[in-house]
Every structure is written in structure tokens, then in C-alpha cells.
T-cell receptor, first 111, second 112 residues
Framework: DGGITQSPKYLFRKEGQNVTLSCEQNLNHDAMYWYRQDPGQGLRLIYYSQIVNDFQKGDIAEGYSVSREKKESFPLTVTSAQKNPTAFYLC??????????FGEGSRLTVL | DAKTTQPTSMDCAEGRAANLPCNHS???????VYWYRQIHSQGPQYIIH?????ETNEMASLIITEDRKSSTLILPHATLRDTAVYYCIVRVLPDSNYQLIWGAGTKLIIKP
């Protein structure tokens, strides 16, 4: 079935470590997005990519990095520079006529 | 993109219609109203969208007021599986960077 696959579902990290969250889609969508969600709040945009080899910062890009080497893949790295990384991370792609398709999310906890 | 205002939480009895309001008084003429829902610890799911006409699909109906300053999402026969947080978002189509404003949404609880 077509969709967005995020992994891992749960991830624990020690302070000072970088971690990479995977996001793969087989929907043939050009645009992909990474959001962060904190408890009881809405989604905030971290990075987005409209096309392969191009990406733009969202509202809260500091401490995060991304790459878009393939259309299907948009991994997010949470670096040690992110001061409060514990959160629920959501990857999405955009299909016509503009609706977002989300993955199941990755929950990151910093120990 | 314009900002939206939604009630924090609502209850509805199973089998009844759930009516979720959204205020978007600063909406501009080229902004669409979108609704998503998020079941606990899952990714949001698209429900429906509209510009100015009322819309209906297999999941819900969207009623937009004539002045477009508010809208209502209607789940005609709510089930327990409809318990979720519902987000109302307005955005321009097509947009260049998808800088959506996601509020806290409405937590809808369907009671047996």
C-alpha cells in the first residue's frame, strides 16, 4: 500500500548525541515536510522540501538538519545543538490538491 | 495564512451528529479551510476542505458561512473511533512553502 513510513517509532537518546529519523514515501510526491509536536499542542514546521536536492527551513529549524537526495526519502537529524529535543516528530508528503499525508510519527526521548 | 480559533474540547454521544465549530474571521478570499484529525499518538489524517461552498465526502460535511468567517465540521453519526483532536486550518492554494498554523485543535470525545 502507498504511504509514509517513519522509523523508528520510539527512540531514546543521551544528551549530546545526534540521532536520525527516517521518512520514506512511495506516493511519488514531490513535497515532503517534518513537523514537531509537543504535548497538547499543534504541529510546528521544522523543514520542508519541494523537490529533490532542495529544502527550506521552517519555523523551528535550529538544531535540526535534513537531506533530500532521493524523491522517496527525507531523513531528519536531531543534533546535539537542539536544546529540548524530546517530542513527537511527524513526517508528511503533499499530494493533490494540497492535502498532507502523514506517517505514524517517531517519539524521541532524551535521557 | 489566517489564524483559526476552536473550542478546546467537546463531547458527543455515540450515534449523534458531532458539530465542530471553527472561527477564521481574518480569512482572505483565496484561502481554503482544511480539516484534519489526529487520533492519539498517530499522524494527522486529512478529512475535508473547501473554499466557499459546502462540501461533503464519505467522512464528513463542511459547512462554511456566507461571509466565510466561520465553518462547522459535521460528523453525521459519530462512533467511538471518531474520538480524536480535530484541527481547522486555513491556507492558500497553491502555496509556496506550506507555512501552516496548527493550533491546539478541538479534542472531541465520543461517549457511549
Amino acid at each position: 500500500d502507498g504511504g509514509i513510513t517513519q522509523s523508528p517509532k520510539y527512540l531514546f537518546r543521551k544528551e549530546g548525541q545526534n540521532v536520525t529519523l527516517s521518512c520514506e514515501q512511495n506516493l511519488n510526491h514531490d513535497a515532503m515536510y517534518w513537523y514537531r509536536q509537543d504535548p497538547g499542542q499543534g504541529l510546528r514546521l521544522i523543514y520542508y522540501s519541494q523537490i529533490v536536492n532542495d529544502f527550506q527551513k521552517g519555523d523551528i529549524a535550529e538544531g535540526y538538519s535534513v537531506s533530500r537526495e532521493k524523491k522517496e526519502s527525507f531523513p531528519l537529524t536531531v543534533t546535539s545543538a537542539q536544546k529540548n529535543p524530546t517530542a513527537f516528530y511527524l513526517c508528511a508528503s503533499r499530494g493533490p490538491p494540497g492535502e498532507l499525508f502523514f506517517g505514524e510519527g517517531s517519539r524521541l526521548t532524551v535521557l | 495564512d489566517a489564524k483559526t480559533t476552536q473550542p478546546t474540547s467537546m463531547d458527543c454521544a455515540e450515534g449523534r451528529a458531532a458539530n465542530l465549530p471553527c472561527n477564521h474571521s481574518t480569512i482572505s478570499g483565496n484561502e481554503y479551510v482544511y480539516w484534519y484529525r489526529q487520533i492519539h499518538s498517530q499522524g494527522p489524517q486529512y478529512i475535508i476542505h473547501g473554499l466557499k461552498n459546502n462540501e461533503t465526502n464519505e467522512m464528513a460535511s463542511l459547512i462554511i458561512t456566507e461571509d466565510r468567517k466561520s465553518s462547522t465540521l459535521i460528523l453525521p453519526h459519530a462512533t467511538l473511533r471518531d474520538t480524536a483532536v480535530y484541527y481547522c486550518i486555513v491556507r492558500v492554494l497553491p502555496d509556496s512553502n506550506y507555512q501552516l498554523i496548527w493550533g491546539a485543535g478541538t479534542k472531541l470525545i465520543i461517549k457511549p
